[in-house]
């Protein structure tokens, strides 16, 4: 992937010399990022990646990405500690120092927020289902899913030409799939998702999906690049229980690019876990 270029349009600009700069400015940032992930990395020292003041560099970024740097390199950290956990015996302390945290607790908790389980737990998850299909993972949550009513908001998914598979679409607080969605959907690709229950509030919808063959170790470190993603760099508005400006998006899947942020949030693989440990109640006979 490497010089790789991003499709102006992708980004949402204009098509001209002055946002294909910009697109290569946020790539050298982000690069830095990837490439010094332990090392403590300022706004400035990211600004200077990139050839720009801090102001103009921050404000490029978030048009970009959706995201702020801060919370890019944030993902990129906790993208790193997933990989660790799951392909390395390191112990917890040691993987918390390597990617850029001098305190363990506040590693911790930063890792249970963003990934959505404690790193210990991580490591347990993706070791006892590490060769199991991601596929089977999605297809256990789609199984028990339940379609809103009323639906708030609709999502096609288009693209993906030959993955056969399912998506994971949330509706993210960044452009970055971390941290609990307000809520998920699991279409096929191409489909239809759709969502209800939304408290107000601005969101961005992200999808995720992988071939069939991508096992859930693979997709939980998310580094064969053989991922397929999509984001709309326009939130969705949701006010007094209504979405404003428009009730439905499309995101069209596609291979993942540099530009893309890594998937954090382990959240599929974590309810999955907890549907299979957790017995199904007992029906009752009826009396006769």
């Keep these: 992937m490497n010089g790789e270029r991003v499709p102006l349009e992708s980004a949402g600009c204009a098509t001209d010399q002055t946002a294909e700069d910009r697109i290569e400015a946020v790539l050298r940032s982000v690069r830095m990022m990837r490439e010094n992930v332990g090392d403590e990395l300022s706004l400035r020292d990211l600004a200077q990646s990139a050839l720009l003041s801090p102001f103009h560099f921050h404000r490029v970024f978030r048009q970009m990405t959706a995201s702020t740097p801060a919370r890019y390199l944030a993902a990129w950290r906790m993208a790193e500690a997933k990989r660790m956990l799951a392909y390395s015996s390191v112990n917890v302390t040691d993987i918390c120092m390597q990617v850029g945290y001098s305190s363990l607790g506040t590693f911790t908790s930063q890792f249970t927020r963003l990934v959505g389980v404690p790193p210990r737990r991580f490591r ?24 809103p009513d009323p639906v708030q908001l609709t999502g096609t998914i288009t693209g993906g030409e030959g993955v056969d598979a399912f998506a994971v679409v949330g509706l993210f607080s960044s452009g970055i799939p971390q941290e609990a969605p307000a809520a998920c959907a699991i279409p096929e690709v191409p489909g239809m998702a759709v969502f209800g229950g939304l408290p107000d509030g601005e969101y961005y919808p992200l999808a995720m999906c992988f071939p069939p063959s991508v096992t859930v170790v693979e997709a939980m470190v998310d580094e064969l ?42 959240l599929p693989l974590v309810v999955a876990a907890q549907l299979r440990e957790t017995p199904m109640p007992r029906q009752r006979s009826p009396r006769g």
């Design 124 to 147: 347990a998850l993706v070791t006892a289902w590490s060769d199991q299909p991601f596929a089977a993972v999605l297809a256990d949550l789609r199984s028990v899913l339940v379609e």
């Design 225 to 266: 690049d053989r991922g397929y993603f999509a984001a709309s760099r326009v939130p969705v508005r949701i006010s007094g229980g209504v979405a404003l400006t428009h009730s439905a998006f499309t995101l069209r899947v596609r291979p993942r690019r540099q530009l893309d942020p890594p998937m954090v949030l382990a």
